[in-house]
């Protein structure tokens, strides 16, 4: 991935040369802060997240699981107590709901580590590692016909560096 990195001491400034850059669509932006900030936020347009996709998928198997090895085990070992039904729904939705809750935490972590991709065997392109300490990072991936015009931006919203990543 080709592209232009620049480092930022200033937030105002790498705020704007943000949604400057997502005005004029000169490529894909990631920025990289040494801790969460709602100006990025607010800059990138961010999608909401999927991971409650996870989390509902795994609850309605959870639950679904829940009733059936609860039925299962009724009809495989019945007791039969006073002509009341084998399978009743009533006592199983305490199991159902327990099970739905595992299911669903666990399907939420586990699609929290993937779209995260969690862990990351390779080095992530444009990282540098004083954006851990204070500085802002931005990368733009490029082509190079744009890769000018992004770095003029860049240098003209307040970089304190500007240099070319592959």
């Given at each position: 991935?080709?592209?232009?990195?620049?480092?930022?001491?200033?937030?105002?400034?790498?705020?704007?040369?943000?949604?400057?850059?997502?005005?004029?669509?000169?490529?894909?932006?990631?920025?990289?802060?040494?801790?969460?900030?709602?100006?990025f936020e607010d800059a990138?347009?961010?999608?909401?997240?999927?991971?409650?996709?996870?989390?509902l998928v795994g609850g309605?198997?959870?639950?679904?699981?829940?009733?059936?090895?609860?039925?299962?085990?009724?009809?495989?070992?019945?007791?039969?107590?006073?002509?009341?039904?084998?399978?009743?729904?009533?006592?199983?939705?305490?199991?159902?709901?327990?099970?739905?809750?595992?299911?669903?935490?666990?399907?939420?972590?586990?699609?929290?580590?993937?779209?995260?991709?969690?862990?990351?065997?390779?080095?992530?392109?444009?990282?540098?590692?004083?954006?851990?300490?204070?500085?802002?990072?931005?990368?733009?991936?490029?082509?190079?016909?744009?890769?000018?015009?992004?770095?003029?931006?860049?240098?003209?919203?307040?970089?304190?560096?500007?240099?070319?990543?592959?």
């Open positions: 991935m080709q592209g232009v990195l620049a480092a930022f001491r200033e937030l105002d400034a790498a705020v704007h040369a943000v949604e400057e850059l997502k005005q004029k669509r000169v490529g894909d932006v990631t920025v990289y802060t040494p801790t969460p900030r709602h100006e990138l347009g961010s999608p909401s997240s999927a991971v409650r996709r996870f989390t309605l198997l959870g639950v679904t699981f829940g009733y059936w090895i609860a039925i299962w085990t009724s009809e495989y070992w019945p007791l039969v107590v006073g002509g009341k039904a084998i399978a009743s729904w009533i006592p199983y939705t305490i199991i159902g709901f327990e099970v739905m809750v595992l299911v669903g935490a666990l399907s939420t972590v586990f699609g929290m580590f993937y779209l995260a991709r969690v862990p990351r065997l390779t080095m992530t392109v444009g990282y540098d590692p004083r954006f851990s300490h204070g500085d802002y990072g931005v990368f733009v991936a490029t082509t190079p016909d744009k890769f000018q015009a992004a770095e003029e931006l860049l240098r003209r919203h307040g970089a304190a560096e500007v240099r070319g990543e592959r």
